[in-house]
């Protein structure tokens, strides 16, 4: 599902317009970003929870080369899925 196939969505089971459901919508995603940013998770209930974890510095390989390069540690954002949405799938 593409961004605006959301968005369509989104307005007809809303009855809002395409423009306000795109405002909507990326409101949610600002506060969202700011959210993980600050606090270091986002939970949404019967959905799931956007964490912040600390991924530790590796080697890996250069694909066309194949030398050992160093990769440097970082943050990077992991969604854990809800029950709810765990059972949905399945």
């Known amino acids: 599902m593409t961004k605006a196939e959301l ?12 423009a ?10 600002a506060i969202a970003k700011t959210a993980i940013r600050r606090e270091g998770r986002l939970p949404l209930a ?3 929870t956007f964490v912040v974890v600390n991924r530790k510095a ?13 990769i440097k540690a ?7 899925t809800g029950k709810a949405l765990r059972e949905s799938v399945a």
């Open 7 to 18: 968005i369509t969505g989104m307005a007809r089971s809303t009855g809002l317009t395409k």
């Open 46 to 48: 019967g959905f799931g």
């Open 20 to 29: 306000d459901s795109e405002r909507a919508l990326n409101a949610f995603l």
């Open 74 to 80: 970082s943050k990077v954002v992991r969604f854990r």
């Open 58 to 70: 590796r080697t890996g390989r250069n694909p066309q080369t194949g030398q050992p390069i160093r």
